[in-house]
């Protein structure tokens, strides 16, 4: 076991934890951002540097401060590590470069992107980005390519993270995808124009950061912030079944996995689950899916006084109770 | 049961203002008997009326300046080629707190990149002017300068169908005579 201190909480952890993962069990506002990293993946991280971390004492053995920040999806705990996240002003600013890095290539076309309102890129840039963008040069264009029938590439708005390439490494036998080039001109492709075909490939749109990967079965139907997130199941013979659906009035719009506060899939699905079963009566509805207030897809959505928590019979009692007192005194 | 109210005398009261009067049935004089003079003055200041510039104007035919900041019927601007600004991103959507904005997106085909000017546009777009409280925060949300608020006035009906205003009412003319102004519009945000 390693004692690690990150932003002044102190937590134990076992030996071979990841700071990010030490962050993550602390909990709130001490967890960095991710971008590439997905702790369902294997070797996913180490791509985007928004994780990165100051360590101001690198072990309880060797008390030294390590020189630069680190990435804290790759770097694992040392006992009597001390870690800053939020409450270093020279890493915030270092994470903001890291952000400007990540949105120079990024198009300005939030308003048409089907992500847009579930966005981690859009988050981050708003809490870290400039207004602004301060790169002259032209940014790297690629075509709209449909990668199969059910996914739309928008090369432009890919950030290199590579999830999606491990996503069909791991899940899907015989992958058909993967990243092509290098340096300013990679791009995920297939081989030559190949359709992605596999039972779980349609994972590769959830674990998608950026709207780089969309349903084309979801395309421009509507916007996230408009639809009503849904908790559904159905007997799958190949994944777990467990959804969340997207839906308009009693039409499903869309069907995606549940996506914890991470963003990460709580169980990846199949694509019959996510494709093809667009009715109401294919799924056995649990209810509305909690959203965080603050997130734009609970905008206008009005919450029952059972989910605020407030007991409307208790309420009512005290109000009885009070006008029978007052009716008493006089 | 009883009311046990005492009153209090006026002078304890707390007094907000020194500007109450106190009534008095004081016995009027002679002159003020005959009533003359009173009615005289009254008629005085009616006659000065005569002479005053009027309050009024006769609308239709004269029509007063509308100040820059006023907010009417909403307007869907083309750019300068004649395509259509909107992108139906849904800002104004969500930002209308009557909610009042509903639209359908569509994906732009090949050979309409004379009409949309990005790939998506809104196929269907109404705003209820029932509904409309004319804040203006639609037109604060828009990302692409695609709706404003115009000096024009919603025009009254006798249904309540035709307040549900759909593109054909809302989108500017691509006649470049037949434009809608929003210049004055359009500098008050570039400069906020």
Redesign the interface.
Known sequence: MAKVTIDGITIEVPDGTTILQAARMIGGDVVPPAMCYYSKLETSGGYCRTCIVKVTKGSEKDPRPMPKPVASCRTTVMDGMVVENTVSPDLLEARKGVVEFLLINHPLDCPICDQAGECHLQDLSYEHGLAKSRYEFKRREFEQIDIGEKIKLHMNRCILCYRCVKVADQLCDGRVHGVINRGDVAEISTYISNAVENDFSGNMIDVCPVGALTDRTFRFKSRVWFTKPMDAHRDCKKCSGKVALWMSGNEVLRVTGRKDRYGELESFICNDCRYEKKNTTDWNIEGPRNIERHSVISQNHYMSLRQLKIDVSKQKELAEKAHRDKQNTQ | ?EHNITRLPIESLMQLTNRSKVVVNKKMSFVERLYLPAILGGLMITFRHFFKKKATISYPEVQRDFSPVYRGQHVLKRDEQGRENC?????C??ACPA?AISMT???RKKGEEHLYR???YASVYEINMLRCIFCGLCEEAC??EAIFLTDRIVSSDYQRNGFIYGKDQLVESTDPDKRVDIAGRLKAHRHQ
């Not at chain 2, 992108?87 to 800002?91: I, K, M, P, Q, R």
Request: with cysteine; aromatic share 0%; charged share 35%.
């Open positions: 049961m992108t139906a991103c849904g800002l959507a969500v909610e997106a569509s994906e990005e790939e998506k990302p692409k």
